[in-house]
């Protein structure tokens, strides 16, 4: 077999094997997710936590230019010679698709969150509108106990880089009551792409290649101790969108501060109004 076969070949087999491990959470829980991956996420984050500025973006910065330039270079032989083309796109995709799951996308294929905190999934209307009540009535008592005024805004007193640390109470309380969301050797950045994430509607994004948390440094300030808690447990091992949306609401409502708590209330609040919102 020809050696240009190889990488093309070991893309369809890593997406026949991710196709069966789905079915064995608990062996990716034990071996890869509180293991090989905490391994890796600390080697990582040791490495680039205290680099200041975004080691990731920087990458990704490179590899779109060297994508462009080879596209660039191969544009007049793209007819004649596509398949040997297609075949170099497939294994340098097979490459990433390998790095990919190993450095961090194999979480995916754990055991979901709500069996492993013991959680009831359903629940009727009569709850989450009892629940919802019991938010308005939480957010609105933080919201006095911050400014003494019922109908005044709240205005996050705190920098993007203290906001950042500030983050780490809310994750060591947690941690208290849940051992494995414990969450040590921070790496959050603020992202260089800042501006086209604003565009695409995004707060941020983890890196999973260096397991850095990248910020959007255009979000409003009482945004980021959502988000950045919501980054932080993707840093931990959590790929779901809705399960690190949940950490995070538990992070900032754990958290000593009261801004990060209404943070967290709020967030919660906007969830539920916008479901009775999907509903009606």
């Given at each position: ?35 090989l991956f905490v ?231 906007h969830y539920c109004l916008g ?6």
């Amino acid at each position: 077999m020809r050696r240009k076969y190889i990488l093309p070949l070991f893309l369809l087999i890593q997406i026949i094997f991710l196709k069966i491990l789905r079915f064995f959470p608990d062996f990716v829980e034990g071996f890869y997710s509180n293991n090989l991956f905490v391994r890796i996420s600390h080697f990582s984050r040791t490495l680039l936590g205290k680099v200041p500025f975004s080691v990731g973006d920087c990458v990704y910065a490179l590899l779109i230019l060297s994508i462009v330039i080879w596209f660039w270079k191969i544009r007049k032989t793209w007819r004649t010679d596509w398949k040997d083309h297609l075949l170099k796109i497939l294994g340098k995709v097979s490459v990433f698709y390998f790095f990919f799951h190993l450095l961090w996308a194999f979480n995916y294929y754990r055991e979901p969150l709500f069996e492993k905190m013991e959680i009831k999934r359903e629940y009727t209307d009569a709850d989450l509108l009892a629940f919802t009540k019991r938010l308005i009535v939480k957010t609105n008592e933080i919201q006095f106990q911050i400014t003494k005024n019922d109908s005044a805004k709240i205005v996050f007193p705190y920098s993007q880089k203290e906001a950042f640390k500030m983050n780490l109470n809310g994750y060591n309380n947690l941690a208290k009551e849940y051992p494995f969301f414990k969450y040590e050797i921070p790496s959050v950045k603020k992202s260089l792409f800042s501006v086209p994430l604003t565009y695409m509607g995004f707060g941020g994004y983890l890196n999973p290649f260096t397991n850095e948390a990248q910020i959007n440094s255009l979000l409003p300030m009482y945004n980021y101790p959502q988000t950045t808690a919501h980054e932080m447990a993707h840093q931990i091992g959590f790929a779901s969108e809705n399960e690190c949306n949940f950490i995070g609401v538990l992070a900032s409502v754990k958290n000593d501060n009261l801004y990060y708590q209404y943070a967290g209330y709020s967030f919660t609040l906007h969830y539920c109004l916008g479901i009775w919102k999907y509903k009606n």
